[in-house]
């Protein structure tokens, strides 16, 4: 099920998969100048879940021209489950995504039923851990780019498996990148994806966390998300092996699994 909603006065684009009467699966992706596409792996949920999918304000197939920061993402979400008729959902923040889903924990706490943390941060203090061998295979990206040079310039860290880079540019093919997030971006406006104090949030709320990260990870190293995982009581720490940041991509198996046990638990 595919289609435009308006949600707080913006056209977002929303894609849905699985029984309406199932519980619902909020995907928010990350970027934020990336669409939903290259997550649709989580799809294959729908036996367990009423996965919703949608292009973040200012990418994709949503409106670009209108005010662009993560608390209105945050926003967006809130008002997509009620609009679906569900009075609470479980989310799935990527990346970006995983910085706004945190966000809507604060905002919006009594929508979130389980959170999941896949690929993302609570923090901005540390440094990425790029091995110097996957480094050099990195290229510049002259200012100005854009999203996708950045994404094609960025593979060697991005995925684990080198040896299905074709098909990782496949997808990235498939992506449609957007410029309306340069403008804030560059102006220095943009806010973190993060709340302020991400650990307290999640402690405050109080709810199952699912922190889920590739073994491999570079961006993110995996100490960040050891780090958050002591710092949230009760939250589940799951290591995809052989897995950079795009985990669902490595090792799809293995990741789908995890989120389809934390699901059902």
């Given at each position: 099920m595919d289609g435009i909603e308006q949600i707080n006065g913006v056209n977002l684009f929303v894609r849905r998969f699985g029984d309406p009467t199932s519980p619902m699966l909020v995907v928010i992706h990350g970027g934020p100048p990336w669409d939903h596409s290259y997550l649709l792996p989580v799809a294959e949920l729908a036996d367990v879940a009423h996965v919703v999918f949608f292009d973040l304000r200012g990418a994709g197939r949503s409106d670009h021209d209108v005010p662009l920061q993560p608390d209105l993402i945050a926003d967006d979400v809130a008002a997509l489950i009620r609009r679906f008729g569900a009075t609470r959902a479980d989310v799935l923040g990527f990346s970006y995504g995983g910085g706004v889903a945190m966000r809507l924990v604060e905002q919006h706490p009594s929508v979130v039923g389980r959170l999941i943390l896949a690929a993302t941060t609570a923090y901005g203090d540390f440094e990425p851990e790029i091995p110097p061998e996957r480094a050099a295979l990195c290229r510049e990206v002259p200012p100005g780019d854009g999203a996708?040079?950045?994404?094609?310039?960025?593979?060697?860290?991005?995925?684990?498996?080198?040896?299905?880079?074709?098909?990782?540019?496949?997808?990235?093919?498939?992506?449609?990148?957007?410029?309306?997030?340069?403008?804030?971006?560059?102006?220095?406006?943009?806010?973190?994806?993060?709340?302020?104090?991400?650990?307290?949030?999640?402690?405050?709320?109080?709810?199952?966390?699912?922190?889920?990260?590739?073994?491999?990870?570079?961006t993110f190293p995996p100490s960040v998300a050891r780090r958050l995982h002591a710092e949230v009581p009760g939250s589940r720490l799951e290591l995809i092996p052989e897995a950079a940041h795009m985990a669902h991509f490595d090792n799809p198996s293995a990741w789908l699994a995890a989120v389809r046990e934390f699901l059902r638990g």
């Open positions: 996708r040079a950045m994404a094609e310039a960025a593979l060697p860290v991005t995925i684990w498996r080198l040896d299905r880079a074709a098909e990782w540019r496949a997808i990235l093919a498939g992506i449609r990148f957007s410029r309306a997030w340069d403008k804030p971006y560059a102006e220095g406006t943009l806010k973190p994806a993060r709340p302020p104090d991400a650990p307290g949030v999640l402690r405050r709320w109080g709810g199952e966390v699912l922190i889920l990260h590739g073994e491999r990870e570079m």
